[in-house]
């Protein structure tokens, strides 16, 4: 039975591990500026994962390389919006919620970047999940903290990395392509730090313990359970057990930072996880019910 279900399990605590990523960076970049602790976060992760597609990527053509390196700087774009709207805002279930409606805006981007045209379900979601939006930002005026805008735009940039991550995945083996794009990010951050930001002559027995969690169990080890759980996994289960991690960052949030989630805020999250369960399962759940029809 275990066995059976080997998968769903994997991409479960995958969940978890995601949602306690962000408390980990949220703790790391209270001794660490933040684009340096997402920089160093990177590089280190991408050493981690060298060893296991060194053979590969020495056998990738440059061409390819290049074309991996630049996807990097997308992914460092929404990454360095993201942690950086963490060190300004203690809502991180909010942030969470918000950052997963990057799977509805690559619809959007593919349509622009590819001239794909969206299905109707994307249609019929996108209306419910800007009401949701709305919920979550309205205390008896509409009004968008900075926080929140930051988290929409690294969503947007995820959306776009998405986009091309798929384009440039057939082309190079998955933890290849991975490993160089981590490791452009990373650069990108510790070149941006250096000229941003002041960095600490010392670090913290405390501070070392959050990026050493950050490195090890929310970025190599959970790219790793992700990627071993979706190969055992079924995509529909999969898809549904995904959409768990901003759940579980904001249950670690109101339990660690006292997030307040009035009823406005729970109704906005709520409609936003309903939009996301229908984008990317109502196609799906439709074949069942003529199946059984």
């Not at 660490?32 to 020495?58: E, T």
């Not at 991975?178 to 600490?200: C, D, K, N, R, Y």
Request: hydrophobic fraction near 55%.
């Amino acid at each position: 039975m275990i066995h059976k279900y080997k998968g769903d399990l994997i991409i479960f605590f995958t969940t978890i591990l995601a949602a306690a990523g962000w408390v980990f960076s949220k703790e790391a970049i209270q001794g660490l500026p933040p684009f340096l602790f997402i920089g160093s976060r990177f590089i280190i992760a991408a050493l981690f994962l060298l060893p296991f597609c060194y053979k590969n990527l020495r056998q990738t053509p440059k061409q390819n390389i290049n074309s991996a390196l630049k996807v990097g700087v997308v992914l460092a774009s929404a990454i360095f919006c993201w942690i950086y709207a963490i060190s300004i805002s203690d809502t991180l279930g909010e942030g969470a919620f918000i950052m997963s409606l990057s799977m509805l805006f690559v619809p959007i981007v593919s349509w622009t970047m590819f001239g794909s045209r969206p299905s109707r379900l994307f249609w019929l979601s996108l209306p419910i999940a800007v009401l949701g939006l709305f919920l979550m930002s309205y205390d008896g005026s509409f009004n968008f903290e900075p926080s929140q805008l930051l988290f929409l735009m690294a969503a947007v940039f995820l959306a776009v990395h998405f986009n091309l991550n798929s384009k440039f995945a057939s082309a190079i083996p998955p933890l290849t392509l991975t490993t160089i794009q981590l490791f452009s990010a990373g650069v990108i951050g510790v070149v941006l730090s250096a000229f941003v930001e002041t960095w600490p002559t010392t670090m913290s027995g405390e501070t070392f313990k959050w990026f050493g969690l950050s490195v090890l169990l929310a970025t190599s080890i959970r790219y790793v359970m992700q990627t071993t759980g979706q190969k055992h996994a079924q995509p529909t289960s999969a898809a549904i057990l995904m959409l768990l991690e901003p759940v579980f960052t904001v249950v670690l949030s109101v339990w660690l930072y006292a997030e307040e989630m009035p009823p406005m805020k729970v109704a906005g999250c709520s409609i936003l996880m309903f939009a996301l369960l229908l984008y990317r399962l109502g196609g799906h759940w439709r074949k069942v019910f003529r199946a059984r029809s």
